[in-house]
């Protein structure tokens, strides 16, 4: 889990992809860190993409470094309604609470349930790493 999370943090923006209906949305993200041994990230209630995670929570990340490598990671994420994980994420990503606290009734944390990350690169190399 620590090469992911460095991995997506060295890249300062990677995107995160959700369906509405039958169409792929797709927007970028910054904002990770590990919690209890998994991969958690943030949004706001009030978002479209909130509401396409909970009516599915399937969903696709990717990230690619200015070398060439990448991370794709697929799976199911979950959301974390608890106070400890909201002040976690808050503490450890402080650019966050310019947008958000933990009792604003919008903030919300979610975390990868289940899933697949696989790194590759432009040589084939390909690592698979089961979340």
């Known amino acids: 889990m620590e090469e992911i999370i460095k991995f997506l943090q060295d890249q300062q923006v990677f995107f995160l992809a959700t369906t509405e209906g039958d169409q792929p949305r797709l927007r970028p993200m910054g904002a990770v860190m590990e919690y209890k041994g998994k991969l958690y990230l943030c949004t706001n209630n009030q978002k479209e993409m909130y509401k396409q995670m909970k009516a599915n929570p399937k969903v696709e990340l990717g ?40 009792d604003d009734g919008i903030f919300e944390v979610f975390y990868f349930e289940q899933g697949t990350a696989v790194f590759s690169d432009m040589q084939g190399g390909r690592q698979e790493i089961r979340l």
Do not use: H, N, W
């Open 63 to 102: 990230a690619c470094s200015p070398e060439g490598q990448t991370l794709r990671i697929s799976g199911v994420v979950a959301f974390d309604t608890s106070r400890e994980a909201k002040e976690k994420i808050l503490e450890a990503l402080p650019r966050i609470k310019q947008m958000y606290s933990v």
